[in-house]
């Protein structure tokens, strides 16, 4: 939780236009701290009030220039408390980079498989099987292909993954794969750890898999009586062989 957060509006004196106009900023400062935005607008240094950090006087073109600032202000307020309801800590340039848009980096979702792919082949033999790294190589595999099929693309960005992306994959399996209902539920539930890992690192707002149910199916065996286990031998015989009378 940050100590303290203050805002000012300031003009720079050192980048006045050739019409003398100075272009305005606002400073965030959180636990001493400073990064520096500009406002987009201009103003006359004399017609700037320093103290109170707005324009001097009550013109119409003062009143709306101070509006503006003062809803500027507003909405860094507003994105410093969203922040704080889904972050801890929150730095000036991480609340600069959210009013600026230039937070939202594009994560895709190949590349972020193969991580996790690669660090359970590193794990492999202390605590992994070597048949687990098999089966999530498998997963990226049948995962590429779905994108191709869906997508005609061989990568997306995790973002653009939703609800119907799910219900498509599963379709795909059961369909195109050919897979059984359990072998296409274990490649869904792979999948599923590929997801939860952009859940918890903050990459996905949303859990695509909610309202998503499949379940694995008992698989029923038949037994084998020791009749069925000689198949190669009629009842009388039997009973001779295992010292019936």
Known sequence: MNKTFNLLFFIKKNKIRTN??????????????????????????????????????????????????????????????????????????????????????????????????????????????????????????????????????SDIDITKIDHSFIMDYDFWLRSVRKCANNTAVKYIKNFKKIIRLCIVNRWLSKDPFLGYKAKLRVVERPYLTKEASLPFFKPPYIAILIGYP
């Open 20 to 153: 003398g106009t100075a272009p305005i900023y606002l400073r965030i400062t959180i636990d001493g701290k400073a990064a520096d935005i500009a406002a987009k607008r201009y103003i006359d240094p004399k017609k700037w009030d320093v103290k109170a950090h707005k324009a001097l006087g009550n013109t119409q073109e003062a009143k709306t220039l101070n509006l503006y600032l003062k809803t500027l202000e507003q909405q860094v307020y507003d994105s410093h408390y969203l922040m704080l309801k889904e972050e801890d800590f929150v730095t000036s340039e991480s609340l600069k980079s959210k009013l600026l848009g230039t937070d939202i980096s594009t994560r895709m979702l190949i590349p972020i498989f193969q991580d996790h792919n690669d660090k359970v082949e590193a794990l492999v033999g202390q605590d992994f099987a070597p048949g687990t790294l098999e089966r999530y190589k498998t997963s990226l595999k049948h995962t590429q292909e779905f994108l191709i099929w869906k997508y005609k693309t």
